[in-house]
């Protein structure tokens, strides 16, 4: 299934699925209907990162959960990216519609936590240990 694909409801008759922009959600329809707000890839496309955060602790029953994906950026991973001469590439500005933020455990950590959430922790994805390519965020907002 793609990310702009269809979902057959009948498969998951009582899984409610809703796709909006952050800044402009239903909360009437929606508000603290859900056990968790997944968002993959996003958070760092976004010129305010706590509305995100802001929005699933709307969205969420109590003690629900948030997960994110974004690319990670730890100072490893930077220092190599600066010495190998690929800073400019990685970090681009001539991407139109590139990502705008960078998030490493800290600053993922130190948003999270900004906002109330708890019981942060990381998973990691793809390439080498401090290099890795993704990470994964799961908290709990109150």
Known sequence: MSIRGTVNLLT???????QGSIYNLPYAEIGNN???????EVIEHLFFPKELVISAKKCL???????LTTPYHGYLKNLILGISGRMDQHFTALWD????KFFSVATMTNLLKSEGCT?????FAGGYPYVWKSMLCSSIPK
């Open 12 to 18: 998951f008759p009582n899984c409610k699925f809703v």
């Open 34 to 40: 859900f056990d968790i707000v997944i968002s993959t």
């Open 61 to 67: 029953k109590p003690n629900g959960s948030l997960i």
């Open 97 to 100: 519609g590139g990502h705008i």
């Open 119 to 123: 019981d942060i922790k990381f998973k």
